[in-house]
C-alpha cells in the first residue's frame, strides 16, 4: 500500500492529509476517499489535501469524471473544503473541477503546488 491518510493539525483547524504514490485507478480512488471520508466524519473534519503528485494516474478522462460525479455518494458534503495536488494532467483536473463546481462543490480546488493547495485552505478557514 502506498497511500496513506492521516489527521493533520493546522492551529484553528484540523484537516485529513491524503497521500498517493502508486498508480491510480478509479477503483483505488474510490476505496482511498471511502476511508477518507470515513475518518473525516468520524473526528468531524470538514477539511482536506490529496497530494497526488506522485500518483501515476491509470483511469480515462470519463472514469475521473463519473468519480466527481458521485462525490456525494462516497459521502463528501458540498460544505466540505477539498484541495487536490496534482503534477500532470492539468486538462482533467481543469474539466473535474468544473464538474465539481456544477454539483455544488465549490470548495472542491485543483493545484499544481502543495504549499498553494495549503494556503486556500488555510484562507478558507480564517487562518492568518
Known amino acids: ?52 503528485r506522485k500518483a501515476e494516474l491509470q483511469d480515462t478522462f470519463m472514469q475521473t469524471h463519473i468519480f466527481v460525479e458521485g462525490l456525494a455518494a462516497l459521502g463528501v458534503k458540498v460544505s466540505d473544503k477539498v484541495a487536490i495536488v496534482y503534477k500532470d494532467s492539468a486538462a482533467r483536473y481543469e474539466h473535474a473541477n468544473n464538474v465539481a463546481f456544477n454539483r455544488g462543490f465549490i470548495n472542491f480546488k485543483y493545484f499544481n503546488d502543495f504549499e498553494s493547495a495549503k494556503t486556500w485552505l488555510d484562507s478558507k478557514n480564517d487562518v492568518n
Not at 502508486?22 to 470538514?46: C, F, G, W
Open 1 to 52: 500500500m502506498s497511500y496513506s491518510i492521516d489527521i493533520k493539525n493546522a492551529g484553528a483547524y484540523q484537516f485529513i492529509e491524503v497521500t498517493v504514490s502508486e498508480p491510480l485507478h478509479v477503483e483505488l480512488t474510490v476505496k482511498i476517499a471511502s476511508e477518507a471520508m470515513e475518518l473525516a466524519r468520524k473526528n468531524n473534519i470538514n477539511n482536506s489535501i490529496w497530494d497526488l
